[in-house]
């Protein structure tokens, strides 16, 4: 699966994490261009992510040639994802509150 650039798909890009689909993405320099590379970091493939064009091209073509690798990557992609922070739902919750009550406080 390709991500969109320079718009990452955001939830998007979390449901194929979510159905077990590693994806490619481009890292840009603005948050919407990076969404991508910070889902993917969360469940450890940094190795999809393209610092270029010309490296998002070698990459899909790497995986494409290579559908057994592929498939271990994906392997426990679902339980990898909803073990990540940006699954901890709760944890955010916390760190939040606690943000408030500091800037309330304060």
């Known amino acids: 699966m390709l991500d969109p650039f320079p718009y990452n798909g955001g939830v998007t890009t979390g449901d194929c994490l979510w159905m077990g689909t590693p994806i490619?993405?481009?890292a840009g320099d603005s948050?919407?261009?990076r969404q991508?590379?910070?889902l993917l970091a969360g469940?450890?493939?940094e190795?999809?992510?393209a610092a270029n064009r010309e490296d998002l091209v070698?990459?899909?073509v790497?995986?494409?040639a290579a559908p057994g690798r592929l498939a271990e990557r994906a392997a426990g992609l679902r339980e990898r994802f909803q073990a990540s922070p940006q699954m901890d739902h709760a944890?955010?919750?916390r760190e939040l509150e606690s943000a408030l009550r500091e800037m309330v406080t304060a």
Do not use: D, I, M, R
Request: glycine share 20%.
């Open 43 to 45: 469940v450890g493939l």
């Open 62 to 64: 790497g995986w494409a």
């Open 31 to 33: 948050y919407v261009s």
């Open 58 to 60: 070698a990459k899909a």
């Open 91 to 93: 944890g955010y919750a």
């Open 36 to 38: 991508g590379v910070g």
């Open 24 to 26: 490619l993405t481009l």
């Open 47 to 49: 190795e999809f992510v």
